[in-house]
């Protein structure tokens, strides 16, 4: 069996397949304070890790993180 010639193209995802993915991407992100996906309980586990290439593959952007981190106000340069 032989492969094709290597095209130097993007495959582009349907809008639904986008979505699902970039969703995948959001669920499945490192947690900063554990440091791995708080589902799988691996850093950059297997399906955050496909769902980046797909993405990727594609041109699109994966989707950012929500962290639920707080934030400090910030008064004259210094946190209050």
């Known amino acids: 069996m ?3 010639p290597y095209k130097d193209e993007m495959t582009p995802l349907s809008a639904r397949l986008t979505t699902y993915y970039r969703h995948v991407t959001a669920t499945h992100a ?5 440091g791995a996906c708080l589902l ?3 850093s950059r ?3 955050w890790r496909s ?3 797909r993405l990727t593959c594609a041109g699109e952007r994966p989707a950012i ?6 934030t400090l ?3 004259e340069g210094r946190p209050t």
């Open 45 to 47: 586990c297997a399906k």
């Open 73 to 75: 106000p910030v008064t």
């Open 51 to 53: 769902a980046v290439e």
């Open 2 to 4: 032989t492969l094709g």
């Open 65 to 70: 993180p929500v962290t639920m981190t707080a």
């Open 40 to 42: 799988c309980r691996v």
């Open 30 to 34: 490192d947690d900063p304070a554990v």
